[in-house]
Structures are given as C-alpha cells and as structure tokens.
C-alpha cells in the first residue's frame, strides 16, 4: 500500500510544479501541453548550445596555450548557464517546495503516512531538477564532449597536463560532462533550498510568507544580474584567483570549472576541484537538514495559521483611474500584481532579464568609447521595457484565484471601450511607468539633462506604443480569466526573440544614438512615433466598441469546424 501511495502522489507532486488550477475547463485538465512548451524552449536552448559546441575548441591558428584558454572558457560559460538555468527554476518552483493547505487537509484524514508524503515530495523535486538539467543539454551532448575531449600536452600553473586523446578519453569526458553539469545543477538548487529551509524552520509561517516573496525578487535579481555580471573568461589571471583566498575565491562557477578538469583526468585546478567537492558536500547536507526539519514543521504550521496575511494600514495607496469601474479595475490589477507571489515571480522574471542586459553596461570596460556605451544603454532601457510589457500582458492573462472567477461574472461589468481604458491605464502603470521612471533617474545622473530627456521622449512614445499592441484583441479583465495552454509555440518565439529582436533593438539604438545629436531629426522621429501611437490608438478603441461577445472569462479553444463569417 505504501508503494502504491508513493506512486500516486510522486506524479502527482511532479506534475504540480506548476499550478493546474489556472488552466481553461476546456483544457480538459490536461497539462501535456503546458509541460511541452517548457520542454520545446529548453529543447531550443540545448539547440543553441549545440551550435555553439561546434566552435567550444577554439580556432586551429592559436597556439596550444591560446586554445586551452578557449576551451577552459567556453567550459565555464557552459557550467555558468546551467547554473542560470537551474537558480530560476528554484525559485519559480519555490511554492511548491512545500504541500499547499489543500494537500493537507485533504490527505490528513487519509491512511498515509508523513513519511510516504516526503519522499514522494523529496523525489518529486529530485526528478523535476534531473529533468531540466537532462533536457537543457539533451542535444549539446552531442558536439561539447567532442570538441573538448583531445587535450595537447602543455604545463599549466606548475601543473603538467598529459597528452589526452582517443577513444576512451572521449567517453571519460562525456562522462565528466554529465557529472559536472548534475553536480553544478545540484549545488545551486540545494542551495536555495537551504535557504527556503531555513527561513521556514526559523521563522513563523506568516513571517515566512512575507519574507519569502522579497527573498524570491532578491535571487532572481542575483541569478540573472550576479551571473551575467561574472568574468566568464577564464585566462591565467582569473583562475589564479579564483584558486587563491580573496574574494575572487568565492566564484563558485569557477569551482565545477576545476571539477570538470579533475573528472577529464586533468589536474590543472586542484584548489577549484577541492572547493567543488566541499561546497556541493556542505550544500547538499545543509539543505538535506534544513529541508527535513522544516518540512515537518511546516506541516502542522500549514493547518494552524492562514496563508492570507492581514493588511497593514496605508500598505497600498493607489491614486484615481477616472471614473468608478476605472478606478475599481485599476486598482484590482495593481493590487492584485502586489499582492500574488506568483503573479509577481513571473513579471520579475521578465524584468531581471532586462535588468541584467541593463547591469552589463556597467560591467563594460572603461575604455570603451562613449557612443558604444550609450548605444548599450539606449537598447537595454528599450529592451527592458519591452519585457516589461510583455511579463505584464502575460501576468494579465493568467487569473489570480480561478474559483472567485463567478464574482465578476454576476457583476454588472460592460466592455467597451470604458472597459478598455481601465485595462490600458492598469498596464501603462504597472509595466511602463515604473520602468519610464527608472531609466529616468538613470539617465539625468549619467547624461546631460538634454540628452536624457530626447531618449526618455523616445522611450514613452514606444512604451504608448507597445502598451496598444498588448490591448489588441485582449477583451478580458486583468487577471479573471483562465489560460489554456498550447497557444503559443513558446520555443519558436524564443528563438525569434534571441536571433531577430534583440538585432533589431540594437539597429534601432544604432539608429536613435545618430538621431539624439540632431534636433531635426529627433522632432521627425517623435512625430512618426507619435502618429503611429495614434492610429494604434484609434484601433483598439473601434476594436473595443464594435466588440459583440463582451468580457471573456474561459480562454477558449481552437474549434473543430471553422466557420466562414457569411
């Protein structure tokens, strides 16, 4: 009986890594789906690391010493970017850490044991993080082992590195290749983990919750910004120190780095492989405690105290959209964004990233020319504000709490185009205001006063923009209608994104860094966009009062038959 409770709730806790609730009625609750998408855009990024494979070995022209340099860096960036990778599935998965209240009030009155429930919970999440890290790299398997198994003989830091080719040698470094890359997978996830663990066993449950959604904004902001921001070159200089006691020391990317070397058979970096082995030790028995003692802990704490946490007095002040259902929409949408520790994982998701491309400006050597500099910061401030709207758009179509979906339905709530400008004020304040204000202070403390204010010109008319182009076709309130899934071919879209969007936002800073000195131009360049917010404009408004149907709350599916609109 154990076994088959085991079974059950092991795929059961498996399949929960994301809510299912959410989900259309018409999704039939199947998330198949769901999980395909999740599947094809790591299946995509594996693709791109299988391109990059091709060259990890460096180009033939360089000396040995050169090559090995190459390698050792494309190794590095390899082992970073599963690090990446896993970090923010840690903490987009972090609320499923633990059972929810329904787990337990529904499996308590059954005949399972605690005990069944953790391991089926402990290996839930094991299988879940072997999982991404096995489909991340499904496809790089095929050309990284290759390119970086032959090893010239050379001496490295007083180490002489042997000859190191043939048939066995590959398959040892396809072997060190999946050890590595599991065992820097394991590390950072245990180390969130400890983390989760500890605050959870330290702290009241009401205190957990509150410190819990600022610690997840906290590590997205360092997975994304601290990662990006690290050398990832590996030179002689750089390993040095990392393998010595400052604070370069600390780079734990750097560790596996050693570890790979250590595991090819390589004995270049034993200080790198050492602290490997201690830190993933310590991690993983830290995380192993933590996790065992909170989890039980927190099991009676789910039932005793509630998951809603009290207001605070003037926590949230919202000044006024317009009328009445204006405001009221309004002031739903931003609170709700507030107030949802998933809602807001995902926007901060989208945010990070542009975050972090914003950071990297400032991780650019000092001689770099000025007009290269301010070219970054034209496309990092565009691009940032790009995903900004574009987590927003998302967030809005994903419903905060599926079962108080019928208050809305049984109110008296038109669409139209009253309807429309709540939703267009909501994602203006939430998605571009906040970004627009940022970049301002950023820019009147870096730029002259004339500058900043010609781009911040440019970059509200575009923010105007892009916030009609989420508002097509969306006859929804913000957070009330279901999702369903498979809509969307998320890894076509990636890839669209990484090899033509980010080419074409660097053309258009290229572009607007050549208009910001000439005044003629730049009164040209807000007049187009100014008119194209215009029509865009006129657009969703004639949208929005010659809709029909009204407000949507079931994200409907694609029909069997096609009708021909006679």
């Known amino acids: 009986m154990d076994k088959v409770q085991f079974r059950v709730l092991y795929r059961e806790f498996l399949f929960r890594m994301v809510d299912l609730e959410v989900l259309s009625p018409q999704a039939l609750g199947d998330s198949s789906k769901l999980f395909g998408q999740f599947a094809a855009m790591l299946i995509s990024i594996s693709l791109a690391l299988t391109i990059m494979g091709f060259g990890a ?89 290759y390119s970086v198994a032959a090893q010239a003989p050379l001496v490295f830091d007083g180490h002489a590195i042997p000859l190191a080719t043939g048939f066995l040698n590959y398959w040892r470094t396809f072997a060190a290749f999946w050890i590595t890359l599991f065992a820097a997978g394991a590390f950072i996830f245990c180390a969130v983990l400890a983390l989760q663990g500890l605050i959870a066993l330290f702290l009241t449950r009401s205190w957990y919750l509150r410190v819990s ?34 604070l370069a020391g600390w780079q734990f990317t750097f560790w596996f780095l050693g570890l790979f070397q250590e595991l090819k058979g390589s004995p270049a970096l034993p200080v790198l492989a050492h602290r490997a082995w201690l830190g993933l030790a310590g991690v993983i028995g830290t995380a192993a405690v933590a996790f065992v003692f909170s989890y039980f802990r927190m099991l009676r704490k789910i039932v005793e105290e509630p998951d809603i946490l009290p207001s605070t007095r003037g926590a949230i002040w919202l000044p006024s959209f317009g009328d009445s259902l204006q405001t009221a929409l309004g002031h739903f949408s931003v609170r709700t964004l507030l107030r949802s ?45 790009l995903l900004s709207l574009v987590g927003a758009r998302i967030v809005f179509a994903i419903p905060a709490d599926l079962r108080a979906n019928w208050i809305f339905r049984i109110t008296p709530i038109r669409g139209g185009l009253n309807c429309l400008r709540a939703r267009r004020r909501a994602i203006l304040a939430i998605a571009v205001l906040p970004v627009w204000l940022a970049v301002a202070a ?95 404009r006129r657009r969703t408004n004639e949208q929005a009062e010659s809709d029909d149907l009204g407000l949507m709350f079931e994200d409907p599916g694609t029909p069997a038959v096609q009708g021909l609109g006679l």
């Not at 990662?227 to 393998?243: D, N, R």
């Open 341 to 385: 520790r998933q809602h807001r994982m995902i926007f901060a998701f989208y945010l990070g990233i542009g975050f972090g491309l914003t950071t990297v400006v400032f991780a650019l050597p000092i001689h770099m020319q000025g007009g290269a500099i301010r070219m970054q910061l034209i496309s990092g401030t565009i691009f940032t504000l």
């Open 57 to 145: 070995a460096g180009p033939r022209w360089m000396t040995v010493d050169q090559r090995q340099m190459v390698i050792w860096s494309n190794e590095h960036f390899l082992i970073s970017f599963t690090m990446l990778i896993v970090g923010l599935f840690a903490v987009l998965s972090w609320d499923s850490t633990f059972p929810t209240k329904l787990d337990v009030m529904v499996l308590a009155p059954l005949p399972v044991r605690p005990k069944t429930l953790f391991l089926a919970k402990v290996t839930g999440i094991a299988v879940a993080l072997a999982l991404v890290v096995a489909t991340l790299h499904c496809l790089a398997q095929a050309t990284w082992p």
């Open 213 to 246: 959604s600022w610690l997840q904004l906290g590590l997205f902001c360092f997975f994304i910004c601290g990662i990006m921001t690290m050398p990832m070159k590996a030179s002689p200089t750089s390993l040095a120190a990392a393998q010595g006691n400052g």
């Open 442 to 536: 950023l820019l009147l403390w870096w730029w002259p006063v004339s500058l900043a204010a010609s781009h911040l010109a440019i970059l509200g008319l575009l923010g105007a923009i892009l916030g009609e182009i989420c508002l097509l076709g969306f006859q929804k309130i913000p957070f009330t209608c279901s999702y369903l899934p498979g809509k969307t071919n998320i890894h076509v879209t990636l890839l669209f994104s990484v090899m033509v969007l980010l080419q074409f936002i660097g053309y258009c800073a290229y572009l607007e860094n050549g208009i910001l000195d000439s005044p003629w131009k730049l009164a040209g360049l807000l007049a187009a966009l100014a008119v194209i917010w215009y029509v865009l």
